[in-house]
């Protein structure tokens, strides 16, 4: 698995991820929406520590420059 995002995807993904998990605990973001958000923030973080998107591969749309 090569790495397909640029460091400034990552760190604004673990960035969100944060704000997320916040907002959640704060009791700003809650009930079923709440959760989705905080499923996109976990995604948001393992993406952002391993640097690779599916996503990405699929759309064929990477953001680090070989």
Do not use: E, H
């Amino acid at each position: 698995m090569v790495n397909n995002m640029s460091i400034l995807d990552r760190i604004m993904r673990v960035v969100v991820a944060v704000l997320i998990a916040g907002l959640y605990l704060q009791g700003k973001i809650f009930g079923w929406w709440g959760i989705v958000l905080v499923v996109v923030g976990v995604i948001f973080v393992i993406t952002g520590a391993i640097g690779y998107c599916p996503m990405y591969q699929i759309c064929k749309c990477p953001t680090k420059k070989s």
